[in-house]
């Protein structure tokens, strides 16, 4: 992935990180189509022009929020979604639990189970937010719970950071 194109990733998440953090931790997974800024003004100038994008250029990317996924696993609804060629990629927010090494021989064996974690005293709670673009490339932001449930946690950013969901988003820009 070139520099640019980078920066305008890594911008895009954190566009949609402190969007999902104005309405506070607790919430549902939320999922963004990517779309060019400039492409955006030049087939819709009205809409961008409300979003300030109307002398948009280059490759910037626009983050533009889906309805609410359906119940259920996150796998089985991402595996439902296919977006049409102008979408040049995708994103989502989600809040996760995250154990450190120790804690894992506390868990109930073989299980994986989520209460078990979310209830373990050494959890954090975090906000995961990870973007793809078509061809492969992808940025992950991961923001930890403060201890009094503000969003004053560590910020953590890295493409390696949900190597599934990265995959999971991919699959919904392949081509059928």
């Known amino acids: 992935m070139s520099a640019a194109q980078n920066g305008y990733l890594e911008a895009a998440i954190a566009e949609i990180e402190s969007h999902?953090?104005?309405?506070?931790?607790?919430?549902r997974p939320t999922l963004f189509a990517l779309v060019r800024s400039a492409q955006l003004a030049a087939d819709d100038p009205e809409t961008a022009a409300r979003l300030g994008l109307a002398d948009a250029i280059g490759d910037a990317l626009t983050p533009i929020e889906q309805e609410q996924l359906p119940d259920g696993p996150l796998d089985e609804a991402l595996a439902q979604i296919g977006w049409p060629p102008p979408v040049v990629g995708?994103?989502?927010s989600q809040e996760i639990v995250i154990l450190p090494p120790s804690a894992e021989s506390d868990l109930p064996a073989g299980s994986g189970d989520v209460t078990a974690a979310a209830n373990h005293p050494d959890r954090r709670e975090a906000r995961l937010v990870v973007a793809v673009l078509r061809g492969g490339d992808g940025a992950a932001m991961?923001?930890?719970?403060g201890q009094d449930g503000a969003d004053d946690g560590d910020l953590l950013t890295g493409?390696?950071?949900a190597p599934n969901l990265v995959e999971a988003?991919?699959?919904t820009l392949e081509d059928d």
């Open 20 to 27: 999902i953090a104005s309405s506070g931790w607790d919430q």
């Open 159 to 161: 493409s390696d950071l």
């Open 90 to 92: 995708c994103a989502l």
């Open 142 to 145: 991961l923001r930890l719970r």
């Open 169 to 171: 988003l991919l699959a």
